[in-house]
């Protein structure tokens, strides 16, 4: 899962492939590497994503579709790894949620801010990790993330832990991945990304370091069966699990994302689940 060129201020990245690093390094890495890149990624997908818009993969697969959250006018929300809140401020704007958005990247959460002040819809954003929420026990009835935080962590089952923790009982916690049978296959968007080239078992995160060995960018790999036990390990139950198929509308390529390819190969996974 390449990422793009870091800025010219920030370490560059010489060394780049799959292999194990020490857990705290590579945690670590995303505040530093989002914190860098936030303002061009939100130039580069901001079209995409809106201003206040809700897509929960490259797909283009929008809440208003699919309703994977339920019902949420008037209810506590919490977007955990929001980027800009995007998705958050859609919910506040047009489904009348009261909503709040935390990322560990003051980066993103800069871009937030100024995208609250365009569109006049405020979301409340906090700076935390996934990992370590600092929001009460049964403070949400709905708890999500599109794309954010998991893909990120080596220890994906805290986050789930948190997620648990901060909802109330039969809330939802929803999230969206790359597809775990992406990591077979080369990070390439067209037929020639349809050829396997590493084992699917293979959980070593992608990782990108510089000359001195620190680890700039890391991004980790769970099968369906990890995501499905780590669900389980935080006392929630799996209700969906579903699979964007890539929509005839969207001719937009993302990363290895994009509509060549994404007619034969799933991209994205999205898990619902509740708190009994």
């Known amino acids: 899962m390449s990422s793009p060129a870091a800025p010219p201020d920030q370490p560059k990245p010489t060394s780049f492939g799959y292999r194990d690093v020490p857990p705290a390094d590579g945690g670590s890495a995303g505040r530093a590497w989002w914190d860098a890149n936030a303002g061009e990624y939100l130039e580069e997908h901001g ?3 809106g201003d206040a818009g809700f897509r929960w993969g490259p797909e283009g697969l929008s809440e208003a579709e699919a309703g994977l ?4 006018a008037g209810r506590d929300v919490l977007e955990v790894g929001a980027g800009a809140a995007q998705c958050a401020r859609w919910l506040v704007a047009v489904r009348g949620a009261h909503a709040v958005a ?8 800069a871009g937030a801010l100024q995208l609250n002040a365009a569109t006049r819809v405020r979301v409340p954003v906090v700076q935390a990790d996934a990992r370590s929420l600092p929001f009460a026990d049964a403070s949400f009835d709905v ?3 599109s794309f954010g935080a998991l893909p990120f962590v080596p220890d994906a089952v805290q986050v789930h832990h948190e997620a648990a923790r901060v909802l109330r009982p039969g809330g939802r916690w929803v999230f969206s991945v790359t597809h775990p049978v992406r990591w077979a296959f080369p990070d390439d968007p067209s037929r020639a990304g349809l050829t396997a080239t590493r084992s699917y078992f293979d959980r070593r995160p992608y990782v990108e370091a510089s000359d001195d060995g ?5 991004e980790y790999h769970r099968t369906v069966g990890d995501h499905v036990r780590d669900v389980a390990a935080a006392g929630l139950r799996l209700r969906d699990l579903v699979e964007p198929e890539w929509p005839a509308w969207n001719e937009q390529t993302w990363g290895g994302w994009g509509p060549e390819r994404g007619a034969y190969l ?4 999205v898990f619902v689940t509740t708190k009994d």
């Open 102 to 109: 935390t990322d560990v990247s003051a980066g993103m959460l």
């Open 143 to 145: 708890v999500f993330t």
């Open 69 to 72: 959250l339920g019902e949420v």
């Open 47 to 49: 079209d995409f994503l």
């Open 214 to 218: 620190t680890v700039l960018y890391a």
């Open 266 to 269: 799933p991209g994205t996974a």
